[in-house]
């Protein structure tokens, strides 16, 4: 079962959730997919790590055996190819590792190279496997990287995917197998504009799909009325107080920590486990 968590922006408790839910089962598999800053290994400090480098192929070029014909360029839609001063030249940081103008060569001159573009670690906390993609900084896009965490998952677990924030095609990548989508929402104004961002992706997706509502106060909530009127089903309420701030802030899982704060996520837990099943 491939529950993703999703929110149209950061620090709207997105970790927060998806963490404590990984915690709550009795077997899990948490996977970081926010790769530009995953944080979710700060609260599991997971043991027995290991790391894995993950690379991508881009083109290099043999200038004794290219002729200038440019076929490679007209072909590449990112302008990754450019002939400058008889010379012709790769940029890495556009290309998106096709392997099309390789083929396009008539004489061979392009051929292929691979280059470290980050890694992902794993270990264990307690009864939780943790996965950790890491992006290396200047690095384009962490999709090879995602989509290597996602490949080798196990259907007889929960596996909580911990998604990047925004709608950006990262994100898309981490949610295309998913089971089912929980979307995080701050109760303000600026969290309705987040939190449709999401809503509109999982809607695209065709995936099953509730909200949990995070940092709730007594009075109104826009968020809320947005489900609402979006007939989207509210799963879960997060409250905003004190305590469980504390306990976040210092980088500890609730349900490890406190029996108010299990029994919440556990609860959680059933509800997500009864909309897959439903």
């Not at 599991?44 to 290099?60: G, H, L, M, R």
């Not at 990112?78 to 008889?86: K, V």
């Not at 794993?122 to 939780?128: D, R």
Request: some cysteine; charged content about 25%.
């Amino acid at each position: 079962m491939k529950i993703a968590v999703l929110s149209g922006k950061g620090g709207t408790g997105k970790t927060l959730i998806s963490v404590n839910l990984a915690a709550s089962a009795k077997e899990s598999i948490y996977i970081d997919c926010d790769v530009e800053e995953p944080n979710g290994h700060l609260f599991f400090k997971p043991e027995n790590i290991q790391s894995e480098e993950i690379s991508i192929k881009v083109p290099t070029v043999d200038e004794k055996l290219c002729n200038g014909c440019r076929k490679c360029i007209d072909f590449c839609k990112f302008n990754a190819l450019a002939y400058i001063i008889n010379k012709p030249k790769v940029f890495n940081e556009v290309c998106h590792s096709c392997g099309g103008c390789v083929l396009f060569c008539p004489e061979k001159a392009l051929s292929e190279k691979e280059i470290i573009i980050g890694e992902i670690q794993s270990g264990i906390s307690e009864n939780v496997a943790v996965l950790t993609g890491i992006l290396n900084a200047g690095e384009k896009s962490g999709i090879p990287i995602i989509k290597k965490l996602l490949k080798d998952t196990h259907e007889n677990k929960f596996t909580f995917i911990d998604c990047p924030p925004g709608s950006a095609c990262i994100v898309m990548d981490s949610i295309k197998d998913a089971d089912y989508c929980i979307l995080v929402a701050e109760p303000t104004l600026f969290g309705v504009h987040n939190l449709n961002m999401v809503y509109e992706l999982v809607k695209l997706f065709n995936k099953p799909h509730g909200a949990v509502l995070n940092k709730c106060m007594e009075g109104e909530n826009p968020s809320e009325k947005f489900c609402l009127e979006k007939d989207i089903k509210i799963i879960g309420k997060i409250p905003f107080e004190q305590e469980l701030g504390t306990l976040n802030s210092k980088a500890l899982v609730l349900v490890r920590q406190n029996n108010k704060y299990r029994d919440m996520f556990s609860s959680l837990l059933q509800i997500v486990t009864k909309e897959v099943q439903i």
